[in-house]
């Protein structure tokens, strides 16, 4: 079946740093989605991507489309503390189809 | 708008007891689904509905029934509970026709003892 592989799995890093995480995936992926979720919560949508080579941005967050459309990177400038939990990327092959999520990113900000 | 309501919060069960974990929201949302999230695991899809009357498996459907006779709720079923279903399920939402964007409930913390 479809498989997301994230990495890295957790980072630390000193606020005010940028942070660069990848999801691959064993077969392709007509959009892709990167999601956050803070403590307690359910994870939010930050960026959705349509087309392979798509670089999109929301703020400080920068997400590409990979060419081959089997990978996706997020990119987060500045850092701040509020940045802090996991990051989701996500799958679909088709539009209405089903969404696959991969293992996550935990984001750890130091003071 | 509550958006995706997800009841109860916390839920502690003896193995072999049997439960259902409620969803429902009200935005009139054809799309419904289950996820469950464990340490190290993301967030694995037990079942999904694409509308009233249809419902499919994710990539992890055993030990759960689910069914949705209404487009506002859609309910997870565990009928025989075991330790391996101790987890946080997260009901989300969205509309279809292209719409990807997950509306999430705030997730049931269940523990199977």
């Known amino acids: 079946g479809q498989q997301l592989n994230q990495s890295p799995q957790s980072m630390f890093i000193q606020e005010g740093e940028d942070v660069s995480m990848n999801c691959t995936s064993s077969?392709?992926?007509?959009?892709w989605l990167w999601y956050k979720q803070d403590p307690g919560e359910g994870p939010v949508l930050l960026i959705a991507l349509y087309k392979a080579g798509e670089l999109t941005s929301n703020g400080r967050l920068t997400a590409q489309f990979g060419i081959t459309r089997k990978d996706s990177f997020l990119n987060i400038s500045a850092s701040i503390p509020s940045d802090v939990g996991i990051y989701f990327c996500?799958?679909?092959?088709?539009?209405?189809?089903?969404?696959?999520f991969g293992k996550g990113t935990r984001l750890h900000i130091l003071p | 708008n509550a958006g995706v309501t997800q009841t109860p919060k916390f839920q502690v069960l003896k193995t072999g007891q049997s439960m259902t974990l409620q969803c429902a929201q009200d935005?009139?949302?054809?799309?419904m689904s289950w996820y469950r999230q464990d340490p190290g695991m993301g967030l694995r899809l037990i079942h999904y509905?694409?509308?009233?009357?249809?419902?499919d498996q994710g990539e992890v459907p055993n030990g759960y029934n689910v069914s949705r006779s209404t487009t506002e709720d859609f309910p997870l079923r565990l009928l025989s509970a075991a330790p391996s279903q101790t987890s946080v399920y997260f009901c989300?939402?969205?509309?279809?026709?292209?719409?990807?964007?997950?509306?999430f409930g705030s997730g049931t913390q269940l523990s199977v003892l």
């Open positions: 509905s694409v509308g009233a009357g249809i419902t």
């Open positions: 935005m009139n949302h054809e799309y």
């Open positions: 996500a799958g679909q092959l088709n539009r209405d189809d089903k969404i696959i």
């Open positions: 077969s392709i992926f007509n959009t």
């Open positions: 989300a939402s969205r509309l279809t026709g292209g719409n990807e964007k997950l509306f």
